[in-house]
């Protein structure tokens, strides 16, 4: 698997130049890259392995 948060920082790059509130709908269009379909593993995933590079998310 893929740097989960290589390609969130990425998109958010890419997003930043179009609205507000990116990095919400960056992190929503990540895990969909790498085909991550279920919400559940992906807020397990973000707790488990990426909690420090996330410091935002409740």
Same mark, same amino acid.
């Given at each position: 698997?893929?740097?989960?948060?290589?390609?969130?920082?990425? #998109?958010?790059?890419?997003?930043?130049? !179009?609205?507000?509130?990116? %990095?919400?709908?960056?992190?929503? +269009?990540?895990?969909?890259?790498?085909? #991550?379909?279920?919400?559940?593993?992906? !807020?397990?995933?973000?707790? %488990?392995?990426?909690?420090?590079? +996330?410091?935002?998310?409740?």
């Amino acid at each position: 698997m893929h740097n989960l948060k290589t390609i969130l920082d990425n #998109i958010f790059d890419i997003c930043k130049q !179009f609205s507000s509130d990116l %990095e919400v709908i960056a992190l929503s +269009f990540a895990p969909e890259s790498l085909s #991550i379909d279920s919400d559940n593993y992906l !807020f397990n995933k973000l707790e %488990e392995e990426y909690q420090h590079d +996330f410091p935002n998310l409740i």
